[in-house]
């Protein structure tokens, strides 16, 4: 059985025990958290759809970690004018372990 929820204003597809890196969510390690944003559940040929969302739908995940991605370097650069300036950047994610998905 999978499932695409949405979070963080991206969708994902998950399937139980599948671990994945999302964008950073206030809960403790550890922690049990639902996403009840389910755009669809399938499993075989059973699909359901939501418009948006999937009545009754629900995935629930456990936070195993949060962190910092790796480091993306911005670089902007004029030629001829002196001008170049660097910036960096990293993101803050929250890993999560799909533990059920009910619908």
């Known amino acids: 059985m999978y499932a695409v929820i949405q979070t963080g204003g991206k969708q994902y ?13 206030n809960a403790d390690e550890g922690a049990s958290i639902d996403l009840d944003k389910v755009l669809m559940i399938g499993e075989g ?5 939501g418009a948006p969302y999937v009545d009754g739908g629900k995935v629930t995940a456990t936070v195993k970690s949060h962190g910092r991605g790796k480091k993306v370097t911005i670089i902007k650069f004029k030629r001829r004018k002196h001008h170049m300036k660097r910036q960096g950047h990293r993101q803050w994610y929250t890993e999560l372990e799909i533990t059920g ?3």
């Open 13 to 25: 597809r998950v399937t139980e025990g599948a671990t994945l890196r999302v964008e950073k969510l």
């Open 45 to 49: 040929e059973d699909v359901k759809i």
């Open 101 to 103: 998905i009910n619908g």
